[in-house]
């Protein structure tokens, strides 16, 4: 097993769990990650999702053995050359999962998070470093340009020059100027102090409305890449569809009685299944 996975008062924990390998991202970690980030979408049984890791560095990137016969990149013909954009698009979609829960993501990164841990750690909505951290676009210096979603998302998150100097060289980010550029939230002495405030950012997360949470994520991540007038408008379809004057009247009745609010969880999520279509059948 590649990760320990848990749920504690809706605050999902996804560790990174191969301390021996520096937590390198084998041909199974792929497949188990997807399982987890598909049930946390589809069941939504939880508010927000930590990931962290175990051992000296949160990630070393790809395992060599994926490179090898595992997932075997062969371009000796056009037609096997084809196929690694379809296996590329495949691993491309997991990290994109982490974009597109419907919950936020906080990564919790201490020592080295190289190659595979920048694509992943980018795809997050917060991130949060020990001292010693440090960040390293590793592919260049194995002959390879950056392919699983870093020099898409690491520009958006730091000058774009600073991402094309850390691609192109293979330089490492510390954590001190990675807190500088935006990377990462803050920094920490320890790992455990580091964990202790995101697990308290995870529980005061899960604390709000959901559906507000998740409404907020779409509204940022759209005017990422829209114009300000474009965001404005998706800002009213958001609102229009997704307003819950239950969860607004639970906040002030929570506030004028001096109580935690208490709101709904987000509804899993529904699939045509074959006895829905039996069930139409004529």
Not at 2 to 21: G, K, Q, W, Y
Not at 110 to 123: K, P, S
Request: glycine share 6%; with cysteine; aromatic share 6%.
């Amino acid at each position: 097993m590649n990760f320990r996975f848990e749920i504690v008062d809706r605050v999902a924990r996804l560790t990174l769990d191969r301390p021996e390998a520096f937590n390198a991202m084998s041909p199974a970690f792929w497949r188990e990650l997807d399982g987890i980030l598909e049930r946390l979408q589809r069941e939504a049984p939880a508010r927000v999702l930590v990931i962290d890791s175990t051992g000296r560095h949160f990630s070393s990137g790809m395992a060599l053995e994926v490179f090898g016969s595992s997932i075997s990149l062969d371009d000796s013909r056009a037609a096997s050359r084809a196929n690694i954009a379809l296996l590329l698009a495949d691993m491309q979609r997991t990290f994109d999962r982490i974009a597109q829960l419907r919950m936020p993501v906080i990564a919790a990164i201490q020592g080295g998070c190289i190659g595979g841990g920048v694509d992943l750690v980018c795809a997050c909505d917060l991130r949060y470093c020990t001292n010693d951290a440090f960040f390293c676009v590793q592919e260049i210096n194995i002959g390879l340009a950056a392919d699983l979603g870093t020099l898409q998302r690491l520009p958006k998150l730091i000058p774009e020059g600073v991402a094309r100097e850390l691609a192109y060289t293979g330089r490492r980010l510390p954590a001190a100027r990675a807190l500088a550029l935006g990377l990462v939230n803050d920094l920490f002495e320890t790992q455990e102090a580091m964990l202790d405030e995101v697990m308290s950012v995870a529980r005061e997360i899960a604390t709000k409305p959901p559906v507000a949470v998740w409404a907020t994520k779409q509204a940022i991540d759209y005017a990422r890449d829209h114009s300000v007038a474009d965001g404005l408008q998706q800002m009213g379809w958001l609102q229009s569809g997704l307003w819950d004057s239950e969860a607004v009247a639970e906040a002030i009745r929570a506030r004028t009685e001096k109580r935690a609010p208490r709101f709904s969880d987000l509804e899993p999520l529904r699939r045509f299944a074959v006895s829905d279509l039996e069930g139409d059948a004529t």
